[in-house]
């Protein structure tokens, strides 16, 4: 059962580049491998130390001598390029391509993401294997990639299709959110020192420094320890000096 | 009129990545960076070699001696960390944290994205000025990211935030797409050619393949310059041997 699809290198010429393109992968819970006529040896002291404990992707990675070969048994390829080329193909940006990668996965088929050399990116002959390219959106005045950071941001995209952590989160720890009652308890607290203090006075500014305090108090979303500790700080304040 | 988020980066150790971080966030249209108290000289030879281009985002970054300093003018900003702190706080994906970012743009509120030293991250002290930390979705096995690396997923959030390229497009270059009477003439065509041929005799098992084969050539968008070129190819095929 394929679940994941692999990761194409077409050419590349440093293997410090495959090592960091390896644990790139590895961020984004990627596993497979392909590299097609590397330069230099994936498996160098240079390519393990740039992997960052990434190098069991390097050790199983498959050396192709053809891009033909390293996507023959793939249903699915796409090919990144900085480039639009002279070929008739969809263009997706990486996180429509993740997607499409997410659903063809789910039905069976095995897919591809394919990176170019370096410095050249993938040439036309590479391209017309794949069904669609993948178009990065970067500042098309500064758009050039590291092969990594390449690796990095098409692997993220895939990687948040199968892992939705939820955009938002509120973390409290082990304290408990404070409810309403609470924080307005505190509130009346507060507002009843002012009174006392003999702020408060006139009917109307009363009513706006009360709303104003009770949006600064709700708007944070309180903890119960929170609330003790703003308790504590307002009886500090209180207390005569000794 | 604040536009764009400002970066800061927290006790950056190398000039290095200091000036890889200035190319990530020129790849994602970011031009301000603060940085407090780098260890090393961020105008450096190895930190304009490393920000391939990006070296004025360098020239005009701020310098800071406390993190308090550098958010002073901001009236939000976002923290990334890996880990969740034992603080009470809103925890963001980068994508989530850029929207909001882009929201508080559009209101006229100053930004900035902070970001920690590379070993530690950021401390608990720099954390509690920010309004919510960032954390970016990926493999929890294999997380650590490369200062650069982690500007640069969430400055591609940002980016796309305000650059929406559309998810999908079909790129046919000077060509134009063939309608589909043109396709269907085809299929005609070469149905007509299967006929005289002696296939397709069988009523049943001729609908089957016509069907197939329209499938086989509407699925794939072909363009006008294409039909011909399939019109060629079958041409070429049926021509008498000389």
Chains 1, 2 share one sequence.
């Not at 955009?167 to 408990?176: A, D, E, M, S």
Request: glycine fraction near 6%.
């Amino acid at each position: 059962m394929i679940t994941l699809p692999c990761v194409i290198l077409v050419e590349p010429q440093l293997a410090e580049n495959v090592g960091m393109a390896a644990r790139a992968m590895m961020n984004c819970g990627l596993a497979e491998l392909r590299l097609v006529n590397p330069r230099e040896d994936h498996l160098s002291a240079k390519a393990v130390a740039a992997s960052s404990n990434a190098e069991e992707i390097l050790y199983q990675a498959k050396v192709f001598s053809s891009t033909e070969e390293a996507v023959g048994d793939l249903g699915w390829v796409a090919a990144t390029t900085a480039r639009h080329r002279d070929q008739t193909k969809s263009v997706l940006s990486a996180e429509t391509a993740a997607a499409d990668a997410a659903l063809k996965i789910q039905s069976g088929i095995s897919c591809g993401l394919m990176f170019g050399p370096e410095r050249t990116g993938l040439n036309n002959r590479d391209i017309c294997l794949a069904d669609a390219i993948i178009n990065i959106p970067l500042n098309p005045k500064h758009c050039s990639l590291n092969l990594s950071q390449a690796v990095l941001l098409v692997g993220y995209e895939f990687y948040k299709t199968q892992a939705d952590m939820g955009g938002r989160q509120f973390v409290t720890n082990n304290t408990t959110p404070a409810d309403k009652s609470l924080v307005l308890k505190f509130c009346a607290y507060l507002e009843n020192l002012l009174d006392d203090c003999g702020n408060f006075r006139v009917g109307e500014k009363r009513e706006k420094m009360v709303i104003n305090l009770r949006n600064i108090f709700t708007r944070n979303q309180l903890t119960e320890q929170e609330v003790n500790t703003l308790y504590g700080v307002i009886n500090h304040l209180i207390k005569p000096k000794s």
